[in-house]
Nanobody
């Protein structure tokens, strides 16, 4: 089953920008909470940003002010605009879909990830 497909990863120099896209298949996209997670080698997967069905957003402190999550329900797509990239942002970025209530984000679907490499 392929529910979420990420794209837009690649190699970028520090200070540069990338935009990740996640295309969702299936139904009920507009009522799902969508998120981006990342996992660097040897580290735990962590939530980067999420956007609820009402467009409320939450960000990890380390990316706040640099990354922006958005969604286009007509295209069943969620985006992560990443600016001022740092080498420590290097990771595999995963799209996720689920629901949320307060700080709880229940993940039901995962994409297979897209690699972002930021060089110094």
């Amino acid at each position: 089953q392929v529910h979420l497909v990420e794209s837009g990863g690649g190699l970028v120099q520090a200070g540069g920008s990338l935009r990740l896209s996640c295309a969702a298949s299936g139904t009920a996209f507009s009522v799902r909470t969508m998120g981006w997670h990342r996992q660097a080698p040897g580290k735990q997967r962590e939530l980067v940003a999420r956007i609820a069905s009402d467009s409320t957003t939450n960000y990890q402190d380390s990316v706040k002010g640099r990354f922006t999550i958005s969604r286009d329900n007509a295209k069943n797509t969620v985006y992560l605009q990443m600016n001022s990239l740092k080498p420590e942002d290097t990771a595999v970025y995963y799209c996720a879909a689920g629901d949320s209530r307060g700080s709880i984000f229940n993940i039901y679907y995962w994409g297979k990830g897209t690699l972002v490499t930021v060089s110094s």
